[in-house]
């Protein structure tokens, strides 16, 4: 139940072009919902967060759509450029215990070709 | 502010040897996390800390896994003995008290031979 089902595993988008990630999960107690950016040699770094009660938040060019009847949120990079060639994980959190409890997704490679 | 610090970068041993790696988190963050990144894996949460008590440690393999955050500060996670399976980056993350956004370090990635 604490899953967070990410795909695909990997990803090859043309500059310019929208790249969509999607993610899946199962407890509906997950109270926010955010992406990670992850470059090689780097550790993970917030991107956009979204929470259930907002059905697409919109950063620039990076938007979160939420589903909450479907249990599915997903990622579009619009106008894709070769610098957002990363690793991108979603993941979905809980508050418990007065702390929150993170559970990450198994990751998209995507890579943007001139 | 600086950001979270890790040392080693990388570190290679043999199977059976022990390992220790060091966190220093952002000032003020009172919440200290220790995950396992296994190569093509998302990010595993090994140990959470707030301030220096351990909130969750449900998946830390705790017959060889230890970690410690003495004064509510840096923070240290052993191995001992290692096994091939070892082999991952380990990520240092910290968070203001309840904050839902978690900074993470560069990782040390670990090889075990």
């Known amino acids: 139940q604490q899953q967070v089902k990410q795909s695909p595993q990997s990803l090859i988008v043309q500059k310019g072009g929208i790249s969509i990630i999607n993610c899946a999960y199962e407890?509906?107690?997950?109270?926010?919902f955010p992406w990670y950016q992850q470059f090689p040699g780097k550790g993970p770094a917030l991107l956009i967060a979204?929470?259930?009660?907002?059905s697409e938040k919109k950063e620039g060019r990076f938007t979160i759509s939420f589903n909450k009847s479907a249990k599915q949120f997903s990622l579009h990079i619009m106008d894709s450029q070769p610098g957002d060639s990363a690793t991108y994980f979603c993941?979905?959190?809980?508050?418990?215990?007065?702390?929150?409890?993170?559970?990450f997704g198994t990751g998209t490679k995507l890579q943007v070709i001139p | 502010e600086a950001g979270v610090a890790q040392s080693p970068r990388y570190k290679i041993i043999e199977k059976r040897q022990s390992v220790a790696f060091w966190c220093n988190p952002i000032?003020?963050?009172?919440?200290l996390y220790w995950y396992q990144q296994i190569l093509g894996q998302g990010p595993k949460l090994l140990i959470q800390?707030?301030?220096?008590?351990?909130?969750?440690d449900s998946q830390l393999p705790k017959d060889r896994f230890s970690a410690e955050r003495l004064k509510g500060v840096d923070s240290t996670l052993k191995i001992q003995p290692a096994k091939l399976e070892d082999s991952a980056v380990y990520l240092c993350a910290s968070s203001r008290l309840g904050a839902e956004t978690q900074y993470f370090g560069p990782g040390t990635r670990l090889l075990v031979l």
């Open positions: 800390f707030q301030n220096n008590g351990v909130v969750d």
């Open positions: 993941a979905a959190s809980i508050r418990s215990g007065g702390y929150q409890k993170v559970t």
């Open positions: 407890n509906t107690a997950f109270d926010y």
């Open positions: 000032s003020g963050h009172a919440t």
């Open positions: 979204i929470r259930p009660d907002v």
